[in-house]
C-alpha cells in the first residue's frame, strides 16, 4: 500500500476532492530491503505486537460492525450530511488537518499510512508516519482526574486474556471521527480491542465509539494491519507546503 508524500498539507480527504487522487496514489512506501533471517518473520507471541503494520486498502468512512450506518443524533446527522453535500459540491469544508493540525483519534486510524508499535512492561506506544503523531497506551494504570482535552486524548490499557483493551478519553472536538466528516462531542469515549492472527501477521482493532453527545449508542468499526517488516518510516513534513488554506467561508481552496 502506498503512502502520502512528506509534503502534502492538505487532509485526506480534501486530497481526493481537489486532486481526484486515488489510494493507492497518495503516496510512495518507503521500502528497504526485508530483514534476513528469523526477524523477516513476525512474532506469534499474540501478546506482542512490536514492529511495523500498514492496512490494505483505505475508507473514508469505515463500516460500522454488523451493518447499517452510525446511529447519529440530529446535529450530528445533520452536520455530516452539511460536509458531504459540500464535498460533492466540489467545496470541501475545512477541518484541523488542511492546518497542519492532527487527525486526532478515531480517524488517525484509518490513514493508509503504517504504523509502528514499541513494547515495555508498563507501556505501549504506538508510531504513526502521518503527521508524527503517537499514543502511549499505560498498561494496567487509570486515567488521572481533571486531564486537558487532546487531539489524541489519554490512554490506558490492560490485557484481557490475549487481547489488548485500550480505553481512551479527553479528545478535543477539533476532529472528526473519520475521513467522511462525522463529527464527535467532547463526551467521546474511545474503548478498542487489539488482537494479533495466530500466524503473527494480521493485528485487528475493533474500535468502539461511545459519545452520548453524538450518538444515539455506542458502535463500533473494526481496522485491520498488516505485517510490513520491509518498511521504514519516512519524515512526514506539513508546514512546508500549507498553500491550502481557508477562506473566509470556511472552504479550502488549491492555490
Known amino acids: 500500500m502506498a503512502r502520502m508524500g512528506s509534503k502534502i498539507a492538505i487532509s485526506l480527504t480534501l486530497a481526493l476532492a481537489l486532486a481526484g487522487a486515488s489510494a493507492a496514489t497518495l503516496a510512495r512506501a518507503q521500502t528497504a530491503d526485508p530483514p534476513p533471517g528469523p526477524l523477516a518473520q513476525p512474532s506469534t507471541d499474540p501478546k506482542d505486537f512490536t514492529g511495523v503494520w500498514q492496512q490494505r486498502g483505505y475508507q473514508i468512512r469505515y463500516p460500522v460492525v454488523g451493518g447499517?450506518?452510525?446511529?447519529?443524533l440530529p446535529w450530528a446527522a445533520a452536520d455530516a450530511k452539511r460536509r458531504a453535500d459540500a464535498q460533492k459540491a466540489g467545496k470541501p469544508i475545512s477541518d484541523s488537518t488542511a492546518q497542519c493540525m492532527p487527525s486526532g483519534m478515531p480517524r488517525v486510524m484509518g490513514a493508509p499510512y503504517p504504523i509502528q508499535f514499541l513494547q515495555?512492561?508498563?507501556?505501549?506506544?504506538?508510531?504513526?508516519?502521518?503527521?508524527?503523531?503517537?499514543?502511549?497506551?499505560?498498561?494496567?494504570?487509570?486515567?488521572?482526574?481533571?486531564?486537558?482535552?487532546?487531539?489524541?486524548?489519554?490512554?490506558?490499557a490492560h490485557w484481557e486474556g490475549n487481547t489488548l483493551v485500550v480505553d481512551t478519553v479527553a479528545l478535543n472536538k477539533n476532529t472528526l471521527i473519520n475521513e467522511?466528516?462525522?463529527?464527535?462531542?467532547?463526551?467521546?469515549h474511545l474503548i478498542e480491542h487489539w488482537s494479533k492472527s495466530a500466524d503473527g501477521k494480521v493485528l485487528t482493532d475493533l474500535l468502539t465509539i461511545d459519545d452520548p453527545g453524538a450518538y444515539s449508542k455506542p458502535w463500533s468499526i473494526e481496522y485491520k494491519y498488516y505485517w510490513r517488516p520491509e518498511i521504514r518510516f519516512i519524515e512526514y513534513i506539513c508546514e512546508e507546503n500549507n498553500r491550502n488554506v481557508t477562506d473566509e467561508n470556511g472552504v479550502v481552496r488549491a492555490k
Not at 447499517?68 to 447519529?72: N, S, T
Not at 504513526?128 to 486515567?143: C, K, S, T, Y
Open 68 to 72: 447499517g450506518e452510525a446511529p447519529y
Open 120 to 156: 515495555t512492561k508498563k507501556q505501549i506506544v504506538l508510531l504513526h508516519e502521518v503527521q508524527h503523531l503517537f499514543r502511549f497506551f499505560f498498561l494496567d494504570e487509570e486515567h488521572p482526574k481533571d486531564l486537558d482535552p487532546t487531539f489524541m486524548g489519554h490512554s490506558v
Open 180 to 188: 467522511a466528516g462525522d463529527p464527535h462531542s467532547d463526551k467521546l
